[in-house]
């Protein structure tokens, strides 16, 4: 049976003075009561596995019966897949550092005066995204590490799903002593309310959005809050005449072809005029093989010998994350026609050099204004865990507060402290 | 003679487009460079004060004619008697280092995988201020040693002397070989331009404004740039029973009376109720010889004698940043109530506790949620120079990239900079 979804009116601005109450409670909780909240929520999870598991199961049939295509259902919507990793994720991330109560900058701006900067929370997140329900719970790890409490809307079609992780998540943090509306759900499909929420400066502190462009412009335009914009990467991976080409032909294959519906995938490759002729067949070959098509201007397609898995790139192609196995072919003249292409196309994501010239590599680093930039390694490494940050929130390319993966450090802001003696300031 | 405002129409969007350009350009410049810029710039200012000068006397004159207040025309319009200030500032921000370059979080993610930040100018600010035509500079020559471009946007009063001021900056630029473009100036009183400026996140990444709360809400409101809101400061000390009274008199004092009008220093006085009758008429007295007057709930009425210098608070009170020689006053029955008192009055910008016990010290600075804490020190301490950061642009009081005084390393961001030797990631 598949129960209407909740019908009762969402009060947006109770939901924010309780986030904010719950977010002052967080912030004083030491780093071991969030870590057994944490394991607390994993314990929740997996004793609430088949519960959850079975609205998962009526609202893919739902979407099922809609029309929607199966690959989605599989990669969008289906959480008992990504259950196990779900609550091991939990686990770790109770096993990560706190970044709250850091103490850095300190100075004795005079004698017997101390200042620092300390770490504490945000205060109260909202966070805006699509589908996949396993958000839900990571969001909510990343937030309860960092003292934050979240308010959540996510996709509609798992509207009832993500219900029944906060319900869990609800009830394993009131059975720690811990507030309830620290993790607080948007129970209603209602797009002004994600209006409404972008409003609500008095309570929340940051929004994240996780979607496409439309998304982030929405936020970008609606939000009277700082909104963190990212996770959206047309990436380039730009070939000198002098790179070591087996090499570069693993990284672009690797950045290419591993992962190519996320962020941190090629989209474009760039080659120089003086190895395009050699270096561009090996690509299509090597990649071709691993069923990427290409999209090449005319002097790229000129390197290549006729196939089908070549086309000639159309106006926009050099402006699309493709987010699947398709690739950008361009020959430019120099390291200066390479830097000014990505300058223009890129969205500022990952973008990197393969070269052995120390001279080139500094200048690309330096005049690439990305979030990550690149040399000789796969754009693949643009993630939280790959980094080694232990945990990935969103990957930012706005420039402020955080730029690249925001782990949990990101998620804090600080205060200064200053401790005197009665000192006065003449 | 006074000349007619100039009328020409402001292609913000070119001025946008020239700035972005600029930043490129000035993204790349060594310190030494952008050192000789700043010393031309002093020249400049120097060799042609009697100009700029002339210009502002102008200003204000007209200001006169108008029937502006005389201590406003002083204090915000007046160029001359700053004037020394303004160039001997020029050479300091010439001295201090230059954040841009500087790696941090270095890590080595794979064996020979080396990545870490690097700062980097931000690109293009917008400042958005009223009178004060040494902000112009002020603004102008932390920019500049960071790297970023900027567009101004300064009080109508003063149009001319910015004008004139931004000539000269530009005219330095030119002479040592840097982009001019990278001040420029709204030359125009047309409020819709701020609106505009407001939407151009194409070509600006930081709007700062700076005046009071009505730009600042303007600036939230409208803007689909990230705003860094601040400088408004309802500030708090608290006095505990077992305080140093004579230090704590002494800090009061400081905060309230040397500097009223700026927004670092205090507006509201809380003292426990077990120490309010010895001490409340000790703050009368002293702080009463220095032109202060009080605003005073009944408990601390009570406290005092009856005083032309005391009145009873009203409503609005304590929700009032005071720029003058006036102070509210409260009695508290706890640290609770305290901190409870300035969650719920404080603009989050700087507030204080005067006490013995590190216990109290500790719960306040960890509970009041504000940009800067105070242990026994006056709250004239938030302020980039007073604390050692060598420059300020601006105190934020929102919690995003930066908290408290914003000096250099604030008008950065950082990119990730990853070099392999062919690394992939599986």
Chains 1, 2 share one sequence.
């Not at 090996?282 to 006729?306: H, I, K, T, Y």
Request: net charge negative.
């Amino acid at each position: 049976m598949i129960e209407a979804p909740p019908r009762e009116t969402v009060d947006l601005q109770q939901m924010g003075r309780q986030a904010k109450a719950a977010a002052v409670e967080l912030a004083q909780c030491s780093t071991t009561q969030k870590n057994e909240a944490l394991l607390a929520i994993a314990e929740s999870l997996d004793a609430g596995r088949a519960e959850i598991l079975a609205v998962n199961a009526e609202e893919m049939a739902a979407a099922r019966e809609a029309g929607t295509d199966e690959l989605y259902i599989r990669d969008r919507l289906n959480l008992e897949r990504r259950m196990d990793n779900v609550i091991a994720d939990l686990r770790q991330v109770a096993e990560l550092p706190d970044p709250v109560g850091e103490r850095f900058d300190a100075r004795e701006p005079r004698d017997g005066l101390r200042a620092w900067k300390q770490r504490t929370p945000l205060g109260v997140l909202g966070v805006i995204y699509e589908a996949r329900p396993q958000v839900t719970v990571d969001v909510a790890a990343l937030a309860l590490k960092t003292g934050n409490a979240v308010i959540l809307r996510g996709g509609r079609e798992v509207l009832r799903s993500n219900m029944a992780l906060v319900r869990a998540l609800s009830g394993a943090m009131q059975r720690v002593g811990l507030p309830a509306a620290a993790f607080q759900y948007i129970a209603s499909s209602d797009r002004a309310l994600v209006g409404e929420l972008l409003r609500m400066h008095r309570y929340v502190d940051m929004i994240i959005p996780r979607g496409g462009n439309g998304l982030h412009n929405f936020c970008r335009e609606n939000s009277t809050i700082p909104v963190i914009t990212g996770g959206i990467g047309i990436c380039h991976l730009y070939v000198e005449p002098g790179a070591d080409l087996d090499s570069a032909l693993q990284v672009i294959h690797n950045s290419k072809t591993v992962s190519p519906a996320v962020c941190n995938a090629l989209d474009t490759l760039l080659v120089h005029r003086d190895v395009a002729r050699a270096f561009l067949p090996r690509v299509v070959d090597c990649l071709g093989d691993a069923n990427v098509a290409f999209r090449a201007e005319p002097r790229a397609l000129a390197c290549v010998s006729a196939d089908e898995r070549v086309s000639p790139a159309g106006p926009e192609d050099f402006d699309t994350e493709w987010y699947a196995l398709t690739l950008g072919l361009k020959v430019v003249d120099s390291l200066d026609e390479a830097i000014a292409h990505i300058r223009a196309h890129s969205t500022q994501h990952s973008d990197g050099i393969l070269t052995r010239d120390m001279a080139s590599a500094e200048r690309f680093c330096n005049e690439v204004d990305s979030a990550a930039v690149y040399v000789n390694a796969s754009t693949r490494f643009t993630d939280g865990s790959a980094l080694g940050l232990g945990a990935e929130i969103a990957v930012s390319t706005q420039k402020l507060h955080a730029r690249g993966p925001m782990a949990l450090t990101e998620l804090t802001t600080y205060k200064w402290v200053v401790v005197g003696e009665g000192h006065v300031r003449l």
